[in-house]
């Protein structure tokens, strides 16, 4: 095992009301996102109690990891370090270094290409260990979107939402709106966050009988004149109830666990929708602490550890796409206000 530690890096959100507004603060830094867009934002989390879910369930997360990897044998110390909040990644990673952790493989609460969702992580990696003296290495563990560990306990939750729904009902696979600038750039070769939900919503509708499916966007943010993925999911439940669809399962495939976009903008947003609508109404499970999913994690982690030690692995991967790469292009995923240096890439 090339590897003495796992780093479960995810985004971190405030836990009282108190920590709601330095919270948004920290998220949207030089963001450029309106001022009203972060007062409306601040109300989902006080409706909560200033609470965000993500915490506890990365809280689970870790827990289940660790339970995953004892149970196979695997004696390695699980870390945690967020974002965008408490325990951060840099105090994780001074933990680390203070444990005499060498290297760690990280694994990212976050499935897709994106600079939000993969380059700006490996960027807050980068500065974590930079001040870190003696910082462990870091390696991120492959995009997951299309490994069966997180497509097997979607499949089975649509299977079950699909149960309780009238018969033609449609499938409305859903993740977090981004810039179309940021959506036209992402991956290697540009496109990657579209074309990989694509992939999952495909395979997804496949495997439960070909029901008829779009892939829609919850959260825009940013200024009105900028662009972001469309259509958003509360417009797309009027197309479809005005169309007179029966029915609507709502998979929130861009996401791992019911955080808060979840638990607000489609718990609570979309399902008021389609109430108002008359349109029956699905919401479909993450992958949360599914043991597939946790299984995940420890496989994805042993692959690397293979390759690292110049074997040859076995890539487990659904859908249309190839199993991605083990270090990003450098090029790829640009961060949309300028260069920053990331960690876990190709030299440029
Ligand atoms: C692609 C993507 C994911 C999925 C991948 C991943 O999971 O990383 C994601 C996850 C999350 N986003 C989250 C929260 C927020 N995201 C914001 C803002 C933004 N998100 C963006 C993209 C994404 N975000 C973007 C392009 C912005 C605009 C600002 C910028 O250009 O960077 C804002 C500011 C207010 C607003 O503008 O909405 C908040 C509060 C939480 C925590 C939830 C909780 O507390 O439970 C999570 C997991
Ligand atoms: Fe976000």
Excluded at 80 to 106: F, H, K, S
Excluded at 144 to 159: E, I, L, S
């Amino acid at each position: 095992m090339p590897y003495d530690a796992l780093l479960l890096v995810s985004f971190g959100g405030p836990e009282k009301q108190e920590d709601v507004v330095p919270f948004l603060e920290n998220v949207t830094a030089g963001r450029g996102i309106p001022r009203e867009r972060l007062e409306e934002v601040g109300e989902h989390y006080r409706l909560f109690g200033g609470r965000s879910p993500i915490n506890d369930l990365n809280r689970d997360l870790l827990a289940s990891i660790r339970a995953d990897l004892a149970e196979a044998g695997i004696d390695l110390p699980v870390y945690w370090g967020n974002r965008n909040w408490d325990p951060y990644l840099t105090e994780a990673v001074q933990q680390m270094a203070d444990d005499g952790i060498t290297r760690a493989a990280c694994f990212v609460t976050s499935a897709y290409s994106s600079w939000s969702s993969c380059r700006q992580y490996r960027e807050n990696l980068f500065d974590a260990v930079a001040e870190v003296p003696g910082a462990p290495a870091l390696d991120k563990l492959r995009h997951y979107y299309n490994h069966p560990g997180f497509v097997a306990p979607v499949v089975d939750a649509v299977r079950t939402a699909l149960a309780e729904l009238p018969a033609g009902s449609h499938l409305a696979f859903v993740t977090h709106s981004i810039p179309d600038a940021m959506a036209a750039t992402a991956g290697p070769q540009g496109g990657a966050y579209v074309a990989q939900h694509r992939s999952v919503a495909e395979e997804v509708a496949c495997q439960v009988g070909d029901p008829a499916f779009e892939l829609v966007y919850c959260s825009r943010s940013g200024p009105p004149q900028v662009p972001w993925l469309e259509p958003d999911v509360n417009d797309h439940l009027e197309a479809l109830s005005a169309a007179g669809v029966p029915g609507v399962a709502v998979v929130p495939i861009g996401f791992v666990s019911d955080h808060m976009e979840v638990v607000y903008d489609l718990d609570t947003e979309a399902a008021e929708t389609a109430e108002r609508l008359g349109l029956p109404f699905r919401r479909v499970a993450t992958s949360g602490t599914d043991p597939r999913f946790v299984a995940m994690v420890r496989e994805l982690l042993v692959e690397r550890a293979a390759v690292e030690r110049g074997q040859s692995v076995d890539r487990p991967v659904v859908g249309a796409l190839p199993p991605s790469w083990d270090r990003c292009a450098a090029h790829c995923c640009p961060n949309p206000k300028g260069e920053r240096p990331a960690l876990c890439q190709e030299p440029a």
